[in-house]
């Protein structure tokens, strides 16, 4: 399967599934070329200002797409692709802003068949007990993405294929605060970590609910090595918690479940073959693990304000 057909497949889905509500006003541009620019406003004008949706598909290099819409439960996706590619500094621009009461849904995707330096931005507002999606795909080299998300229950996803890409997310609104980093050989995020590090097949997820979480996950090889197959996974339901996974090496993979209130998780791993997983149920317990060197098993469950820590030295060191 190609990837301009796993793109298709992808924002098909995301576009069907927003489009079951009857659209106010439904707006699609197409261009074939280079250096083009296509910008789409739907504002409010009542009584028929909801449901809009809005697409815009451009084919070469150097082409600026923007989406804004200004109304409730709006979809908009952007698609480009660069048959050929131009130069490094051609790339194309992709922004997508939507605001009001919320309950929207954007997608952008940009592949280039050789060198890219594509941006992709997302913004979303809206308000409390409102939802809103975002989804950036990206394929090529140099990639840049961005979400930004305000109010609502909000919930991004950003793939990116290729070398030299960066993600930067942001969710605001009921206070949760998530932050992934991950990527192929030389994927940088400029908060996290150098841009000489590197990371390949490495998979990176957070999920949360309730208010003030705040989980952070970083993927890297160490200096001068590819880090491959890296694995974690945050979840938190509650208010207040905190996790955070690091993961230095390959083949490790990091879980943290948080169930509660004001909870506190941390996993290191420095090496090769690692898994840890941290279960938390109830309020205010704290564990913090550190893995080093290969083949290190740690599993843990707290509850009722448990508080601890545990370092693995030793290779194949397995604790249940």
């Known amino acids: 399967m190609s990837k301009q057909t796993v793109l298709s497949i992808l924002l098909s889905a995301l576009w069907l599934a927003g489009t079951s509500a009857e659209a106010a006003n439904s707006l699609h541009i197409d261009q074939d070329g280079n250096f083009n620019r296509a910008a789409i406003l739907q504002a409010t004008v009542a009584p028929f200002s909801d449901n809009n949706d809005a697409a815009i598909d451009q084919e070469g290099s150097g082409n600026t797409a923007i989406i804004r819409q200004d109304a409730d439960g709006n979809l908009a996706m952007i698609t480009q692709v660069s048959p050929s590619g131009i130069g490094f500094d051609d790339g194309n621009q992709a922004e997508i802003q939507q605001s009001s009461n919320g309950g929207h849904i954007a997608s952008i995707a940009q592949e280039a068949k050789y060198v890219a330096k594509n941006h992709a931005r997302i913004g979303q507002n809206g308000d409390p007990g409102t939802h809103q999606e975002a989804h950036i795909v990206q394929v090529g080299f140099g990639n840049w993405a961005e979400i930004d998300q305000s109010l609502g ?47 390949e097949y490495c998979d990176a997820t957070v999920n949360q609910l309730g208010d003030y979480n705040d989980a952070t996950i970083v993927q890297k090889g160490p200096d001068g090595f590819v880090g491959v197959d890296l694995l ?27 169930t509660g209130n004001s909870n506190i998780a941390t996993i290191d791993q420095l090496g090769d073959g690692n898994d840890g997983s941290i279960t938390q149920n109830g309020d205010n317990n704290e564990f913090h693990l550190t893995q080093y060197n290969d083949n290190n098993s740690f599993t843990i469950e707290q509850s009722g304000g448990a508080s601890a820590s545990m370092t693995q030295y030793g290779n194949s060191s397995v604790i249940p």
């Open 153 to 199: 229950g909000n919930s991004f996803s950003v793939v990116q294929v290729g070398w030299v890409s960066r993600i930067s997310g942001i969710q605001q609104g009921t206070g949760n605060q998530a932050r992934v980093t991950q990527g192929e050989k030389g994927n940088s995020s400029r908060k996290y970590f150098k841009p000489d590090v590197s990371c």
């Open 232 to 258: 974690a996974s945050i979840v938190q339901t509650g208010n207040l918690n905190s996790a955070a996974i690091n993961q230095v090496g390959s083949f490790n993979d990091a879980f943290i479940v948080q």
